[in-house]
């Protein structure tokens, strides 16, 4: 059975229609991406699935059991996670504070773990992301990418069956790139099941098993990333030469 199903979702603000009928499957264990040009309604897609605006329509499954209606910290209760294109911060703590905020959700809880235990579980979360030596260090002080790994990082602390990335490559070196994807396939060999929308288009098929293009909130094409790549619709609408050159590194 897949881990999320999605079927016939729409979302549409007044006149846009940001997502427009869409159906699709996640497999458990998979690393899938979405890509698609700006605008086509990645993250709108990733609002309603994880509960932070309302859908227009449509089915959304996870495990079997559906979540549209379901509040965010609802959905973080079943064992799904996502990180945010926009960080928001909150400015004043600590990264190490910052990670320590998600252990007092209901699912952590349940565990029974001690302040010292969670404490020891947020530094290493800090050290699998490459922020180690900056757990003490006021959040107004970290620059972009280092925000951005550590909203992952408050992502993982919930310790999540499904994980929802968006963009997360976004603003990020080679080096903390190459971590990153790195650590994504290590969670993805424990068992946790991802979805990045991803605009860095060389770091991702390197990365996914499978690939949904949108444009205009439909779905263009779904497959491989190899196969994708080579997609005359999709080289049209959105890789253009850039296609040309994934294709060549693909092959
Ligand atoms: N809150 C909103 N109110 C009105 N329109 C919105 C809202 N959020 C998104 N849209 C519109 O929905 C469409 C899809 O936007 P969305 O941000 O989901 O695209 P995207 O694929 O994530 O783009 P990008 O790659 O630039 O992040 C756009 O036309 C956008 O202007």
Known sequence: MA??????????????TAVNNLSFEVQPGAIFGIIGPNGAGKTSLFNV???FIKASGGSVQFRGQEVLGKKPYEIVELGMARSFQLVKPFFGMTALETLLLP???PRIQRHGRDRGALERAAEQRLEQIGLAARGALRVDDLNQGELRLLDIARALST???LLFLDEPFSGLGH???ARLSTLLMQLRDRGVTIVIIEHRLRELMRLVDRVMVINFGSKLAEGNPADIVREPAVIEAYLG???KDLAAASS
């Open 49 to 51: 699935l994880t509960g």
């Open 103 to 105: 252990s007092w959700s």
């Open 159 to 161: 310790e999540p069956d």
């Open 175 to 177: 080096e903390h790139i």
């Open 241 to 243: 030469s850039k296609g």
């Open 3 to 16: 881990l999320l199903a999605v079927s016939s979702l729409s979302k549409s603000f007044g006149g846009v």
